[in-house]
């Protein structure tokens, strides 16, 4: 089993920037692939990024191409999101993900967190 909790949400005006954190616990973290998704409200759970147990192979959603990046450090079980320029339509919740597969797809995740609450208003 592996634990992940997620840290940095809050809330942003337009064009600013946060970075969540994702903690592992359990299972040595580096064996996993990691994700984040995000779920606004009235809306499916979607996915923003995910990157590889190395983290040389990396994928992102289009809509946070550019503006985001996914990062790990295996040495400290976390994971990390780095969001800029942030729009009023990156507001949701988002999860921290990991599981057997590099995945963009939440059906195939074994592991979740709790998630964090990012607003992004004026």
């Known amino acids: 089993q592996v634990q992940l909790a997620e840290s940095g949400g809050g809330l942003v005006q337009p064009g600013g920037s946060l970075r969540l954190s994702c903690a592992g616990s359990g299972r040595p973290f580096s064996d996993y692939p990691m994700a984040w998704f995000r779920q606004a409200p009235g809306k499916e759970r979607e996915f923003v990024a995910a990157?590889?147990?190395?983290?040389?192979?990396?994928y992102y959603a289009n809509s946070v191409k550019g503006r985001f990046t996914i990062a790990r450090n295996n040495a400290q079980n976390t994971v990390y999101l780095q969001m800029n320029s942030l729009k009023p339509e990156d507001t949701g919740v988002y999860y921290c993900a990991g599981g057997r597969l590099l995945t963009t797809k939440d059906d195939l995740v074994d592991y979740w967190g709790q998630g964090t609450q990012v607003t992004v208003s004026s």
């Open positions: 990157l590889s147990w190395s983290g040389d192979t990396t």
